[in-house]
């Protein structure tokens, strides 16, 4: 999945001000997501199962009588600030006991399970350890909790937790948004060589395609036009439909077909798992948008053995020519790691080839970062840290080259944008392009929800400006600095 260093959920944030906690409501949860896609929607479903137990959501800390942080362990950074922020938490739990008052503090995520107790022994402020598979006994795991006790609950269920958790209230879908995350496929059997992944989400599950299906009527009743679907190796999803087995790509065709949907994406592919259904279906349903995130980590063969990726770099780019003969326009993503060990310079030079062959919209890019556990953390010949950043740093520079270059193509071509949420100024809202990039349009364009359709006339480095859209266009004077904020 695509991975943000450090997010803070604005689901949550956007909960506590929407809708002020009824008077039923008396204890106050506060979650911070770190991570991927998926730590967020599991925060939804956490914050979903937490109000069956009167937990108001809140988006400041000090409010709170529970804390949960949903953690993330790729890389060494995500999992350190994990403590960062548990000794600032310590900090709240001991002015609130001088007041009289309790706190509670949960460790969900990767973390959590990939750390389990040693948590608690390195940081005594926290309650409650439950990885990702338990979600389900998270309201048991409290009342445990609230009867003094500490619990770790890192099992790999045997029953599923979607079957468990309570499904979303019309109402909390219609405050998160117009576009929703929807899990499908969870865990991975990859094992690549670097990765925590398949060590914390445990091994591939396919969610049932009833149930999706099921939970994509519900998005849809509730106003959401636009659901991304989500897996540690998304297109690895296979199922049964109507007695035969399916794949994503037919999976896809059935989503198409409900009613109020008007879009579908799906991340993160495996290049492996790129099966050719999957690759029809971009070429026949329109409403799968032309934007594809398919990380390929390097452009050297000889390194992607060593990551255990199985595939070579020239299948890579032969399968990107065979999607974008299926989808002529589609936007390319990808995530890369430099200063795996063992990588020369010319290993690093054929990934800088297979970026310049690919020309990527957009990519993400990472230093090698060594994970207890995982047996590239084992090999020889890790890379000095000043010969990996000077590599990043190369590799960030083409790929923020080309990134601009595809925005600018943009400019003066029109495109359908759904509109999400209000804009910086009162003239203007904010959509998101076909492919996944803010647009900045004028209010009177449509309202949230609407798919409209734009006339880009401006790119800056994070987001299209369509005509109306333009800081200035409501007759104010230009603020250049503000102006730069925004394109
Ligand atoms: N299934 C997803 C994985 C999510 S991890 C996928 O295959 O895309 C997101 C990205 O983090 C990976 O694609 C990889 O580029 C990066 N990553 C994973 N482990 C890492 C490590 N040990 N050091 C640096 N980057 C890593
Ligand atoms: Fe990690 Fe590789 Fe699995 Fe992606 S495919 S989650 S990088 S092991
Ligand atoms: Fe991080 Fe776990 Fe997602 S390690 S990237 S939160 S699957």
Redesign the pocket.
């Given at each position: 999945?695509t991975?943000r260093e450090e997010m803070s959920s604005p689901v949550e944030a956007r909960d506590a001000r929407a809708f002020p906690p009824d008077d039923a409501a008396t204890k106050k949860v506060f979650i911070k997501t770190y991570g991927?896609q998926m730590n967020v929607y599991d925060s939804q479903r956490m914050g979903d199962a937490l109000a069956s137990e009167g937990f108001a959501p809140t988006e400041t800390m000090e409010e709170a009588d529970l804390v949960l942080l949903n953690t993330c362990h790729?890389?060494e950074k995500a999992a350190e600030k994990i403590y960062s922020e548990l000794g600032r938490i310590r900090l709240l739990k001991a002015r609130r006991e001088s007041e009289g008052k309790g706190l509670n503090v949960a460790v969900a995520g990767c973390v959590a399970q990939a750390e389990g107790a040693e948590i608690i022994a390195r940081a005594s402020v926290v309650d409650l350890v439950i990885g990702p598979q338990t979600y389900h006994r998270l309201p048991q795991a409290l009342r445990r909790v609230a009867a003094g006790e500490r619990v770790v609950d890192t099992d790999y269920a045997v029953e599923d937790k979607f079957d468990h958790l309570p499904a979303a209230e019309a109402q909390a879908i219609r405050r998160r948004g117009v576009a929703a995350f929807l899990t499908v496929q969870e865990g991975?059997d990859k094992f690549c060589t670097?990765?925590?992944?398949p060590y914390t989400r445990g091994s591939e599950v396919s969610r049932p395609a009833e149930a999706i299906l099921a939970e994509a009527h519900r998005l849809a009743a509730a106003g959401v036009r636009e659901v991304t679907l989500l897996g540690?190796?998304v297109n690895a999803w296979e199922g049964e439909h109507q007695g035969r087995r399916i794949g994503l790509g037919e999976l896809l065709h059935r989503l198409a077909e409900v009613p109020g949907l008007a879009r579908l994406r799906y991340t993160?592919s495996?290049p492996r798992d790129m099966d050719d259904a999957l690759i029809a279906a971009h070429r026949d349903l329109d409403i799968l948008m032309p934007y594809l995130h398919l990380?390929v980590?390097s452009g050297s063969d000889r390194i992607l053995k060593a990551m255990n990726r199985r595939h070579k770099a020239e299948d890579y780019l032969r399968l990107v020519e065979r999607i974008r003969a299926a989808r002529p326009g589609i936007a390319m993503s990808g995530?890369?790691?430099v200063g795996f060990p063992g990588e020369t310079e010319a290993d690093f030079a054929a990934t800088l080839d297979l970026v310049g062959a690919v020309g990527y919209a957009s990519a993400?890019s990472?230093?090698?970062?060594?994970?207890p556990g995982?047996p590239a953390a084992d090999l020889g010949d890790q890379v000095p840290e000043a010969v990996a950043t000077e590599r990043l740093d190369r590799l960030q520079a083409l790929i923020r080259a080309q990134a601009s270059a595809f925005m600018e193509s943009l400019v003066g071509t029109e495109m359908p944008v759904l509109v999400e949420k209000a804009g910086r100024y009162a003239h203007q809202r904010i959509g998101r392009s076909p492919y996944l990039q803010p647009v900045v349009l004028s209010a009177t364009a449509g309202e949230i929800g609407d798919l409209v359709t734009s006339r880009i006339v401006r790119s800056g480095p994070n987001a299209l400006i369509a005509a109306g859209g333009e800081p200035e266009a409501a007759g104010a004077a230009p603020r250049p600095a503000a102006l730069r904020k925004i394109a």
């Open positions: 999945m991975l991927c790729i890389r991975c670097f990765c925590v992944v540690q190796n993160t495996h990380p980590q995530d890369f790691i993400f990472f230093k090698y970062s060594p994970r995982t």
